[in-house]
């Protein structure tokens, strides 16, 4: 099982960023995917989970209406287009996937079997 991460990179403020999560070594169309983030001295923090339809979507308070998460099944990748980006967005985000039987508490980090390597996001003001 692999969960690749890309697209992080260094942006100033308002600016827009695509991450992309390609997976590998599972059935991605039976999972779940989402997207946390960590800062230096934070806990790592949900940002945002589709389903494994992509039927339903689920969003962080801080993120909402800047964030939106994609799936891609045919090319077994989950994708985070973030727009209006704060230095508060800055993090490494990490992807990563659940069962779609397995827990239905998307917001929490344990919910997930499987993690990609994160990638940096760093928004300067």
């Known amino acids: 099982v692999q969960l690749q991460a890309s697209g992080g990179g260094l942006v100033q403020a308002g600016d827009s960023l695509r991450l992309s999560c390609a997976a590998s070594g599972f059935t991605f169309s039976n999972y779940d995917m989402c997207w946390f983030r960590q800062a230096p001295g934070n806990e790592r923090a949900f940002v945002t989970a589709?389903?494994?339809?992509?039927?339903?979507?689920f969003y962080a308070d801080s993120v909402k209406g800047r964030f939106t998460i994609s799936r891609d099944d045919a090319k077994n990748t989950v994708y985070l287009q973030m727009n209006s980006l704060k230095p508060e967005d800055t993090a490494v985000y990490y992807c990563?996937?659940?069962?779609?039987?397995?827990?239905?508490?998307?917001?929490?980090?344990?919910?997930?079997?499987?993690w990609g390597q994160g990638t940096q996001v760093t928004v300067s003001s």
């Open positions: 589709i389903n494994w339809s992509g039927g339903s979507t």
């Open positions: 990563a996937a659940k069962g779609r039987y397995y827990s239905s508490n998307y917001y929490r980090a344990s919910s997930y079997g499987y």
